[in-house]
């Protein structure tokens, strides 16, 4: 249907529905740029900024760098890292060969360990019990007690498992007819064929663990292994200043401690989501094509 | 599962001379066999069920000490429903119950249709790259924490420079400071729930759309039907079972009022009106050391929470033939 063949009354409606939307965008969006206008502003300046613009006054990098020089932050950069790293790295890895096995038809005992998937989504005994376990295993205060939280996803599991009973047996019956065993099986032909399912996987457990806080602070007493999250945290939401400003800046008003609270805060969130922007695009790609084709929930 | 399946499937070593396996009972060669064929899959599944074993299930058992009294020198002393009783008894816990409950119908009533209404309407756009951007911008929230999430709008919601008064002060209303508020800060939960994933679910919403068959709005084109016609008599009776079955799993979450995005808006002054089951299980369990207390709150919830979303799943598998898993 070309436009030009629309009446003037389809013409407006459909200048309503758009410009709805964009509404929703600026609704979207706008929170955020303003936070970088503030970042972006000369600090001495952001007292009095009006919250709906999104052009900064004057420019000046002065917030990211006292942010990004400063040890907590630089910490904080460094733990969430690792965490993310080790975690979706033994999460993906887990995930697939376990799911591999489940997605046979004839294992024996499949259905069992199906349930067993299944109760650990419906029955959560709470964070009581599971402090308790990670107390026990001496994880508390270590990195393991927050890189094994959700390591397997049981969500992302029945993801993947649905996707291998989608191989098709010709395929891998060949193989085993050329006298490979299961491992080269999985390695040689379920690996190379799952490459954007475990994609999916991959951002999926990326994004899960760097946006994780809860656990990290409650099993982590030692400051210094908080994940950005935490200390953003405590910085933003608790209003604990001198997180980021530091006692001795605070007591002899010099480095973090010139700056304008808002404009460290706001770099702060800032800072806390240019990862999720990086890897956004890809996002994209991999999570809209998973959720349209199907998987209801992700 | 076909015939021919099976066949396939069956243990290759089965084939074995029946003269070999004479005698032996039957149940346990068909073990034995099974076992030669399928241990590597158990090998590689190790890790995974390791992990279930230790860290889902040895919690549910960790959490007998909500009938146990927790001692400095073990062992702990076997209590029964004495901690079920004082939860039971204890206002407080009604009051948290209470919110949990509250703020969960408000999300449902409020949030459920705003992803409907977006979808309808991105599906509306013509224009390919238009509706990319439009997309690519309103799911973005979705994949931000809570804790960036709330310092986005403490900042926006700020009485002195947020966007929120800042648009009321041209209007010429009073200022309001919406985050220790008691009467705004369940809103502010629901109309952050709707800014975080209300774009996002719309997607669940225009798969089901683009799954609606062409034909019926060519049929409809023809009989002369305009925009809304085809929405009200052709979109939307299209995803009924969309919008049914993630009503239907919601309902199950009920008791989930998410910990996460509460924890983040909570502050003394609003607490008593946001105040949930999880967040009040941290707070007596971890911060006050009532370990047994906090436990046997998680468990009502756990039981109570289980059994509904168990429901909702056999619902939803009998009204849509979709559910949970």
Redesign the interface.
């Known amino acids: 249907m070309a436009?030009s063949r629309k009446t003037p009354l389809?013409r407006i409606?459909?200048a309503i529905?758009?410009s709805?939307?964009?509404l929703?965008?600026v609704?979207?969006?706008?929170?955020?740029l303003?936070?970088l206008a503030?970042s972006l502003s000369e600090p001495g300046r952001v007292p009095?900024?009006?919250?709906?613009t999104i052009l900064p006054r004057g420019f000046s990098l002065e917030v990211w760098t006292v942010l990004l020089q400063h040890p907590n932050v630089q910490r904080g950069i460094f733990n969430s890292i690792l965490i993310t790293f080790v975690s979706t790295l033994i999460g993906v890895?887990?995930?697939a060969?376990?799911a591999?096995?489940?997605s046979?038809?004839?294992?024996?005992g499949r259905k069992a360990?199906f349930i067993?998937?299944?109760v650990?989504?419906?029955?959560?005994?709470?964070?009581?019990?599971?402090?308790?376990?990670n107390k026990?295993?001496g994880l508390l205060d270590s990195y393991w007690s927050v890189i094994?939280?959700k390591?397997?996803n049981?969500w992302y599991?029945?993801i993947l498992i649905r996707f291998f009973e989608e191989i098709p047996?010709e395929l891998l019956?060949a193989s085993e007819l050329d006298g490979a065993?299961?491992?080269q099986v999985?390695w040689y032909v379920v690996l190379p064929l799952a490459k954007p399912a475990l994609a999916t996987i991959s951002l999926f457990y990326l994004?899960f663990h760097?946006?994780?806080?809860?656990h990290a602070m409650?099993y982590l007493n030692d400051q210094s292994k908080w994940p950005l999250?935490v200390v953003?945290?405590q910085f933003?939401?608790d209003g604990d200043k001198l997180a980021i400003v530091g006692i001795d800046n605070a007591n002899n008003n010099t480095g973090a401690s010139q700056i304008d609270l808002?404009s460290l805060?706001?770099g702060?969130?800032l800072l806390?989501?240019v990862p999720?922007l990086a890897i956004?695009p890809l996002?994209?790609k991999f999570f809209?094509k998973g959720?349209?084709s199907?998987a209801?929930?992700g | 599962m076909t015939d021919h399946d099976q066949t396939l499937n069956a243990p290759r070593i089965g084939n074995v001379p029946k003269s070999a396996v004479r005698g032996k009972p039957k149940r346990a060669t068909a073990f034995a066999n099974g076992w030669r064929r399928w241990w590597p899959f158990y090998v590689m599944m190790a890790p995974g069920l390791a992990f279930f074993l230790v860290l889902h299930y040895l919690p549910i058992w960790e959490a007998r000490i909500a009938f146990e009294q927790v001692r400095i020198v073990p062992p702990n002393i076997w209590v029964g429903l004495k901690h079920f009783y004082v939860l039971f008894a204890s206002p407080v816990f009604w009051q948290v119950l209470a919110n949990t409950l509250i703020i969960s119908a408000m999300k449902m009533a409020f949030f459920l249709p705003v992803p409907i209404l977006v979808a309808l309407l991105i599906n509306e756009v013509r224009g390919g790259r238009l509706r990319k951007f439009i997309q690519s911008a309103i799911y973005l929230p979705h994949f931000l924490s809570w804790v960036v999430i709330a310092g986005v709008f403490i900042a926006a919601l700020s009485p002195t420079d947020g966007a929120v008064n800042n648009l009321m002060g041209m209007a010429g209303i009073a200022p309001r400071s919406f985050m220790t508020d008691t009467g705004a800060i369940r809103w502010v939960l629901v109309f952050t729930e709707i800014w975080r994933s209300a774009g996002w679910d719309s997607l669940l919403y225009l798969a089901a759309i683009i799954a609606i068959d062409q034909q019926l709005y060519d049929a409809a084109e023809i009989d002369g039907a305009n925009r809304w016609q085809k929405i009200w008599h052709v979109t939307l009776p299209g995803i009924v079972p969309t919008i049914a079955t993630l009503f239907i799993l919601n309902a199950g979450m009920f008791l989930n009022a998410d910990l996460n995005q509460v924890i983040n808006f909570s502050n003394d002054v609003v607490r008593s009106k946001i105040d949930i089951v999880d967040t009040y299980v941290y707070r007596i369990g971890l911060q006050t050391g009532e370990y047994s207390l906090a436990t046997a709150a998680g468990l009502f919830k756990a039981v109570l929470g289980t059994m509904m979303i168990v429901t909702a799943h056999f619902v939803s598998k009998r009204l849509t033939g979709k559910g949970v898993w």
């Open positions: 436009l389809e409606e459909y529905i758009v709805t939307l964009l929703l965008v609704v979207t969006v706008q929170p955020i303003n936070l503030v009095g900024m009006s919250g709906l890895i887990g995930t060969l376990m591999w096995g489940l046979r038809p004839g294992l024996p360990l067993l998937v299944l650990t989504i419906v029955f959560e005994p709470g964070i009581i019990p599971e402090y308790f376990v026990r295993l094994l939280y390591a397997v049981a599991l029945i047996k019956e065993n299961p491992f999985f994004v760097w946006n994780e806080f809860f409650i999250q953003l945290r933003v939401i808002r805060k706001a702060m969130i806390t989501i999720i956004y996002i994209l809209t959720t349209m199907g209801l929930k």
